[in-house]
């Protein structure tokens, strides 16, 4: 990703402070991913920083990309192609609110992190793919043609978010109580989204 003649190049330096990026922000925050942090941990000047990168907040764009793909693969790896559409529905919440969990709080703030594309369109790739599963039932005839699948995707984002947020700042509310309120906000979900 190093900058040559103009053009971006990949190189093993910058996957190095992408990894690292990773790894500070998701382990302790966005606000925690600093070029002075990065420097330090790898033992490097700034210009090795900015000569890759514009600066932090590219950085944090890189991570939230990162983060989100990781998501996005392993919670349709949860998908059982022999499964009923709300088995797979309610697979795909619950492997998206776990891996929420198992990375980290911090996780969250990335993976919530919208991408605005040249045309000024904002998308968050996590709704996207929920709002085309919802389109992928309605076109089976597994979901209602009235269900709004944009509003059904950020209620859900919404359920899952909210409940990670609050295994974050509360010690005692643990995550199996966590993704049993989530799978029942789902529920209640689905029944609403059935022809």
Not at 26 to 55: H, M, Q, W
Not at 97 to 113: D, K, S
Not at 162 to 189: E, P
């Amino acid at each position: 990703m190093a900058f040559s003649k103009g053009k971006r190049i990949e190189d093993e330096t910058s996957n190095r402070i992408v990894n690292l990026a990773v790894k500070i922000g998701c382990k302790e925050g966005p606000d925690a991913l600093t070029v002075t942090r990065i420097c330090r941990e790898l033992s490097c000047d700034r210009r090795v920083i900015y000569n890759r990168f514009r600066d932090v907040d590219e950085i944090n764009l890189i991570v939230a990309d990162r983060c989100n793909k990781e998501l996005i693969a392993n919670a349709r790896a949860a998908i059982d192609p022999e499964a009923s559409y709300y088995d797979n529905f309610a697979a795909l919440v619950k492997a998206i609110f776990t891996y929420i969990c198992e990375r980290n709080a911090f996780f969250q703030h990335y993976t919530a992190l919208y991408k605005v594309t040249e045309d000024g369109t904002v998308i968050n790739e996590i709704l996207l793919d929920l709002i085309r599963l919802i389109e992928e039932g309605k076109e089976a005839g597994e979901v209602s043609k009235d269900t709004d699948s944009r509003a059904t995707a950020g209620n859900i984002w919404l359920i899952i978010t909210g409940i990670t947020r609050l295994i974050a700042s509360n010690a005692n509310y643990k995550y199996q109580d966590g993704l049993n309120t989530v799978m029942h906000g789902v529920n209640a979900i689905s029944l609403n989204m059935k022809p």
